[in-house]
């Protein structure tokens, strides 16, 4: 299991996000080359309206040689 926080930028802004500073934090569980996450994407109210994006995400890993 694994949390992670990162700063963001979006550009155009649209009414979910409302502002180009965004937020975005994880929380995903990986095992044997997969990974499944939730991502949360906003600007924090900062600015109004903070509606925000959430997404479900799944992955694979591709290691090169």
């Known amino acids: 299991m694994f949390f992670s926080f990162q700063l963001g930028a979006a550009t155009p802004q649209t009414k979910a996000l409302s502002s180009t500073q965004q937020f ?4 995903g569980w990986s095992r044997h080359g997969f ?16 509606l925000g994006e959430t997404m479900l995400l799944v992955g694979v890993d591709m290691k090169t040689p």
């Open 35 to 50: 990974a499944i996450l939730i991502r949360h994407v906003s600007n924090g109210g900062t600015r109004k309206p903070n």
């Open 24 to 27: 975005v934090s994880s929380l």
